[in-house]
């Protein structure tokens, strides 16, 4: 069965939001990737962003992770008074990830096609048909 996550968006200050989420909630975060730690040369990122969070997960409990980024400054700023999170979804296989994905995604808009990511994971996002966005994952390392 799958996992559903949170995920949010901030304006810059994720790492800085995490930093008191985790002094509330206690743990040691699973993953920081920064938007500098891509080795993609198709994904330029602004020097600006570079050291901004692309990913951070903060285990919570035994089977939570509260998950968040930071938005470049190419994609627009967050409204931080309406919708800014994503539901994370975490797979137990990357059948089921296909399942959910390819199902949850009809009549929305893809916005990364779900593939093997450069973390390790098998991932992809979308806007649902609904207007709500959801990103799908299968780590096999989990």
């Not at 020097?47 to 901004?52: I, L, Q």
């Not at 296989?93 to 994971?121: C, H, R, Y």
């Amino acid at each position: 069965m799958p996992l559903i996550n949170p995920h949010i968006n901030f304006n810059g200050n994720a790492e800085e939001a995490f930093m008191f989420y985790r002094s509330v909630f206690g743990g040691e975060f699973a993953k920081i990737i920064r938007y500098k730690d891509i080795p993609s040369p198709e994904f330029t990122i602004a020097e600006r962003d570079a050291n901004k969070i692309m990913h951070i997960a903060l285990p919570v409990g035994s089977s939570n992770v509260l998950m968040a980024n930071d938005v470049p400054e190419f994609m627009g700023e967050v409204n931080e008074r309406e919708n800014r999170s994503k539901i994370s979804v975490s797979a137990e296989s990357k059948e089921e990830a296909d399942k959910l994905f390819n199902g949850l995604s009809v009549g929305g808009t893809i916005e990364m096609p779900i593939e093997d990511s450069f973390w390790g994971s098998y991932f992809g996002m979308f806007r649902d048909k609904f207007g709500i966005e959801w990103m799908v994952e299968f780590d096999p390392k989990n």
